[in-house]
């Protein structure tokens, strides 16, 4: 068993690492004070060829496996995690849906700019009483003359409202089947399309560089073409990207707690109490070493789930495995590194702060951990 990254990987993640600290590592504290969205990061990511890792080259990304993305994710969610948590968004289910079931003239009208990194990629599913329950959606969708008019009311949603969006795919209900359950489909709604407003910028407890935002719909048009694979498919397709999504958030909470781990080590060997550094006390090492031994376990539980995904073979379980297990050890160390830190780790102007405020809605997102459990206990008994 070889658990070494392949070179051209190791390679792309020190290119990463480097632009991570230049242009990312001293700005993210001022961004997240400002809550300020940095476009031109996601500009020069763009340039780097890392918009589209995800996308084949014919549709101007650069066609990467997810071990790749994985990777790249280590590095730019250590360094700040509303850039990676918004990068991913856009990576995953921002374009995703397009690649996967859009036409040829949609993947080259709305995909391409976004691998390009011209554009932001964003998806709407959860609405303000529908989240867990992603068929419970309200959003509708009926047939208009030559195409569709949407009404309701998304929340929470990711890049829809930066300078360079320039749309959002959704999942709205387009009616019922004869037996009466549900059909849905996925459309893309271009930001300026009469009768969508993306509101106002949400204040969130952490991912404060991030976009997020409600955006609401009111009999608004979109025509026939803005539909994206087969009506009545819809949730089936967003489920069908789900578990890149989730290897995805995996990834953004191993890379937080490679940072927790940093910057714990670094807090407990230069500050000294009683003449020793805090290293020296089996309490505080102690910590680290649950923290260490917790992103390592999360390390191979992520890159196996993305590794399963490159080569084919069912993953969902282990996506929501490693989105589990990875969110609750960035929990658990940004929570030890806090306390590592004492006093210093509490205040906004320390780096471990920032990361402590970002770790619980790792949780949350793409599934909420409690969702991921019922995941994991199904597969797991049908398997038995």
């Known amino acids: 068993m070889d658990f070494d990254l392949p070179e051209e990987t190791r390679a792309l993640q020190d290119m ?13 504290a001022a961004w997240s004070e400002r809550e300020e969205f940095p476009t031109h990061i996601f500009t020069k990511l763009g340039e780097l060829g890392l918009m589209g ?21 280590e590095e730019l969610g250590a360094a700040d995690q509303s850039v990676a948590s918004s990068w991913n968004a856009h990576s995953t289910i921002g374009s995703l849906p397009l690649l996967a079931y859009g036409t040829e003239e949609q993947k080259q009208r709305w995909l391409a700019p976004l691998a390009r ?21 309200a959003t509708t969708a ?69 976009d997020t935002r ?16 087969e009506e009545g498919g819809g949730l089936r397709q967003f489920l069908a990207v789900l578990d890149k999504g989730r290897i995805s958030v995996a990834a ?22 009683f003449g020793r550094p805090l290293a020296d006390f089996q309490a505080v090492a102690h910590k680290i070493a649950d923290i260490g031994t917790g ?26 495995m490693a989105k589990l297990y990875a969110s609750e050890a960035a929990h658990r160390a940004a929570s030890e590194a806090v306390q590592i830190h004492g006093g210093y780790g509490y205040i906004r102007e320390s780096e471990i702060s920032r990361f402590y405020a970002d770790a619980k ?3 949350i997102g793409e599934g909420t951990n409690e969702i991921q459990r019922n995941v994991i206990a199904k597969a797991l008994v049908k398997r038995a």
């Not at 990463?16 to 993210?28: G, K, L, M, N, Q």
């Not at 890792?53 to 994710?73: N, T, W």
């Not at 390390?299 to 590794?307: F, S």
């Not at 080569?311 to 929501?320: I, M, S, V």
């Open 214 to 229: 409600e955006l609401v719909f009111e009999d608004c048009w979109i025509p026939e073409d803005h539909l994206i694979g």
């Open 252 to 273: 953004l909470g191993l890379s937080l707690a490679k940072a927790a781990l940093a910057l714990a080590v670094k807090h407990a060997t230069e500050r000294h109490q």
């Open 361 to 363: 809605i790792l949780e």
């Open 16 to 28: 990463v690492r480097d632009f991570a600290a230049r242009e990312i590592t001293p700005h993210a």
């Open 117 to 137: 990194g011209e554009a932001m990629g964003a998806f709407g599913l959860t609405e303000p009483e529908a989240g867990s329950d992603a068929a419970g959606i």
């Open 53 to 73: 890792m995800l996308v084949p080259e014919e549709y101007g990304g650069a066609g990467s496996d997810m071990v790749s993305y994985v990777a790249v994710m």
């Open 142 to 210: 009926q047939r208009s003359e030559n195409g569709w008019v949407i009404n309701g009311t998304k929340m929470f949603i990711t890049n829809a409202g930066t300078d360079i969006s320039r749309g959002v795919t959704l999942l709205a209900a387009t009616g019922r089947d004869d037996d009466g359950r549900k059909r849905y489909a996925t459309f893309y709604v271009p930001t300026d399309t009469p009768g969508y407003t993306c509101g106002r910028k949400l204040k969130k407890l952490g991912w404060h560089a991030m």
């Open 295 to 320: 992103f390592e376990a999360a390390r191979w539980l992520v890159y196996r789930a993305a590794w399963l995904a490159d080569q084919g073979r069912p993953h969902a379980t282990e996506a929501a």
